[in-house]
């Protein structure tokens, strides 16, 4: 079978039953998708696949045979981060991070498919990725800053108000 | 987890048909074959262990997905993914679009979920009570003999069929009726759907009280008073308790939901 993992080509000899998510983290070593729940429950390893987002733990590798897979890996590099990646990180919409890279392959599939800053529409988009934790209003308020092509100046996010309200006490 | 994987490679024997007539060959009696649509509830049954079956049966590449209009009949192809249900009118697109979220939607098989087993928590299979209600047909096969019955006739057997597609005629009216889901990865607790037929026949069906989804003929006859309806709808079924709901919750929720879609069934007459 053959797989396009971030534009790299890759020829894998798995079980066709195996999933995806398997192939990706320990045939591949591309560990930006989590092997959160395994059964579908968590999204955090949600790929692009043919740019549709997909959850990796319950794709069986043979139908990604010929795909193009992206992973976060896939989106920007620390260096050179994507906009919803910029999006994220303005908005302090990581919380642990732990289901961040689906959730920012689900966002940009939101995003290319046309979706709007509008609310109710990013939270219809990422339903199934809402599992336990309670920052769902900065990553609302990030995708829909990447929707509408917000820009950002991360070297002030990273100095700006936040950081002055946790060192505020010793000035 | 990898482990896991490693023993569906000793134990398992894949069989990946190109086409239906190769499918059908290939599921044979279908016994100690397990059947995957898209994946979603076997490959975590595999992951886990809890099925360990000696020949897995992978339909993506046979070729038995789409939606066909002829004339005003409806056929499903039984891979179709759910998400293409979503825009079909009522009950069946709002039916589809109450199952789970987006990417499950898109990897799950209409087939999939109207054949699914009964569950460890919970009854599955969201799909059925609102085929029911628009009078399905199944269209399945065992060595080699393909046959077309009403769905209803085809659920009790559907883990000894191989289903190749469903289809129906296309309602004068539609309605369906859920109750919110806690999660978008819960099944339906309990839904009805309501169709009436160019002919004026009124069929309604319900999801979540039972095995598998049901037709509610003794709200149908009392159907002229939606109150009285919803409460006859409770002669048709035996809820149960399980970890979605309770039986008593069940039972109390029921005939509102019945009058709900009688209700709005009117309103569209």
């Given amino acids: 079978m053959n797989l396009t993992v971030n534009g790299i080509a890759h020829e894998v000899n798995g079980v066709e039953l195996m999933p995806l998510l398997d192939v990706l983290r320990e045939e591949l070593g591309v560990r930006g998708p989590k092997a959160g729940c395994h059964q579908g429950g968590c999204g955090a390893c949600t790929v692009l696949v043919d740019g549709e987002p997909r959850r990796s733990c319950l794709m069986p590798v043979a139908h990604a045979d010929g795909a193009e897979i992206t992973t976060v890996e896939g989106l920007g590099a620390p260096e050179d981060l994507s906009p919803i990646q910029q999006a994220f990180v303005h908005h302090y919409a990581a919380q642990c991070g732990f289901c961040t890279s689906g959730m920012m392959l689900a966002a940009q599939a939101y995003i290319d498919r046309g979706g709007t800053d509008e609310p109710e529409a990013i939270q219809n988009a990422l339903a199934g990725h809402v599992c336990r934790c309670t920052g769902y209003a900065k990553i609302v308020e990030a995708v829909a800053a990447a929707a509408r092509g917000d820009e950002f100046d991360l070297s002030e996010t990273a100095v700006g108000k936040y950081t002055t309200m946790t060192t505020g006490g010793a000035e | ?269």
Avoid at chain 2, 34 to 55: N, S
Avoid at chain 2, 92 to 102: E, H, I, R
Wanted: charged share 20%.
């Fill in chain 2, 1 to 269: 987890m990898a482990a896991a994987s490693v023993a569906i490679e000793a134990a398992t024997e894949v069989l990946m048909p190109g086409s239906e007539d190769e499918a059908i060959a290939a599921f044979g009696d279908g016994a100690e074959v397990v059947v995957v649509g898209g994946g979603t509830i076997v490959v975590p049954d595999l992951t886990y262990r809890r099925l360990q079956p000696r020949k897995a049966l992978m339909l993506g590449r046979a070729g038995m997905s789409g939606i066909e209009k002829n004339g005003s009949r409806v056929t499903i192809g039984a891979t179709t993914p759910v998400q293409e249900l979503v825009d079909l009118p009522a009950p069946l697109g709002p039916c589809a679009a109450n199952v789970a979220d987006l990417e499950i939607r898109s990897q799950g098989t209409a087939g999939g979920n109207i054949c699914a087993g009964e569950g460890y928590e919970a009854p599955r299979g969201d799909l059925q009570g609102a085929l029911i209600a628009l009078g399905a047909t199944a269209r399945s096969a065992a060595n080699g003999d393909v046959t077309e019955e009403p769905l209803e006739d085809f659920l009790p057997k559907r883990r000894e069929r191989l289903l190749l597609s469903v289809s129906f005629e296309e309602p004068a009216a539609g309605a369906f009726a859920g109750l919110d889901r806690p999660h978008t990865h819960d099944y339906t607790a309990l839904a009805v759907s309501g169709a009436r037929s160019v002919d004026g026949t009124l069929r309604l069906a319900a999801t979540g009280t039972g095995s598998w989804g049901v037709r509610l003929p003794s709200a149908e006859a009392a159907a002229g008073d939606p109150a009285a309806a919803g409460k006859a709808a409770l002669n048709d079924v035996t809820p149960h308790d399980d970890a979605l709901a309770s039986a008593w919750y069940r039972s109390k929720v029921l005939p509102v939901l019945v009058r709900r879609v009688l209700d709005e069934l009117k309103e569209s007459a």
